[in-house]
């Protein structure tokens, strides 16, 4: 299905030292991606446990030579904290065109640093309310004036659904706003977030984030047509529009969209793919899960839809590459 792209290429079964320098990864990517394409950018991926020894410093080197900027893990509480950003910035590879994904767990001398340096924040609400990185930043990126962009982290965990990426987000930052509030016995007559703000985020943001401001984001002269639009006579939840922003937060939903399109091409039109053979599509997904289901047995399936608490503590440092520990991997 036609569409515009960034590829983050990254490797957690070995260190990005090791990935990032050896001849393999600089052949695909000189075979692969080609310089100015806006329909396929290109990233490097790698997160920075926080090492002293600053390991990642040979894979900035190469994402430096490639003109590739960096997304990266910063503020996962028990895997990355502001060591990792403090050695970015140090070191001089806190750059603007760094993506830092969750960046929940830091202090504000991490944040005062990725503001500094012009990067962005990509704030996953569904899977940091989910999986532990954090609470959901955008409170106090808010406050440091971070630009700030809208994620899913992984779209066959979480819902893979901006407007529920929307709508969660302004929810959290609402919430905790309160909640920072009634600490200081404060009560909140005003929401400073407002349903424009994560439609920005959504929009813009993530067109900022990923240096394709210039070309997409936002509907102006000389930009290229990348569009969603939202129409839906049969559903009882989109009408009246009074507010545009607001219903599209907190009204709309993926079944609402009637039109896209991607560069000035129509891909989805009256609710519908346009040229896909969703059928052939929807048929391969199901014989691939009936495949599995056969293999594993019905048993084995329901214990891996249904997993058991683990008796003993998992692996401190996710990071199987490496055997630094700190006492913010709680290993050191």
């Not at 990254?10 to 990005?16: L, R, T, W």
């Not at 393999?24 to 490097?44: A, H, N, P, Y």
């Not at 969750?102 to 990725?114: C, E, F, K, M, V």
């Not at 905790?176 to 977030?193: I, P, Q, S």
Request: hydrophobic residues 35%; negative net charge; proline residues 5%.
């Amino acid at each position: 299905m036609p569409g515009r792209f960034v590829l983050a290429y990254g490797n957690i079964q070995a260190g990005p030292w090791e990935w990032s320098t050896k001849p393999e990864f600089k052949d695909f990517v000189s075979r692969r991606i080609t310089s100015g394409d806006d329909m396929l950018g290109f990233q490097m991926a790698f997160d920075v446990t926080g090492d002293p020894e600053f390991p990642e410093r040979a894979a900035f080197e190469v994402a430096r030579d490639l003109g590739a900027p960096v997304t990266t893990h910063a503020g996962v509480w028990g895997a990355t904290s502001d060591d990792g950003v403090r050695l970015m910035h140090e070191n001089g590879f806190a750059t603007p065109g760094n993506i830092y994904v969750h960046a929940t767990s830091l202090g504000s001398d991490s944040y005062q640093r990725i503001a500094a340096t012009g990067g962005t924040v990509s704030v996953a609400t569904e899977s940091e309310q989910s999986c532990g990185q954090g609470y959901p930043p955008s409170w106090v990126l808010r406050s440091h004036d971070i630009p700030v962009s809208l994620s899913m982290d992984t779209s066959v965990w979480m819902s893979g659904d901006l407007f529920s990426a929307m709508r969660s987000t302004l929810g959290a930052d609402r919430s905790r706003e309160h909640l920072e509030a009634h600490a200081k016995g404060n009560t909140v007559t005003n929401h400073h977030l407002r349903a424009e703000h994560v439609v920005g985020w959504a929009t813009r943001g993530g067109a900022k984030a990923l240096g394709l401001d210039g070309v997409v984001g936002s509907i102006e002269v000389g930009k290229k047509a990348d569009l969603v639009l939202i129409k839906n006579d049969g559903s009882p939840a989109m009408f009246p529009l009074l507010n545009p922003y607001g219903h599209v937060v907190f009204q709309a939903q993926r079944a609402d969209v009637d039109t896209v399109v991607v560069n000035g091409r129509i891909v989805k039109r009256d609710h519908r793919l346009v040229d896909i053979d969703l059928e052939r599509a929807r048929s391969a997904v199901e014989s691939t899960v009936e495949y599995l289901q056969a293999q594993l047995g019905a048993e084995e399936w329901t214990k891996g839809m249904n997993p058991d608490v683990p008796a003993t503590e998992l692996l401190d440092n996710p990071y199987t590459y490496t055997e630094y520990k700190s006492d913010v991997t709680h290993g050191g």
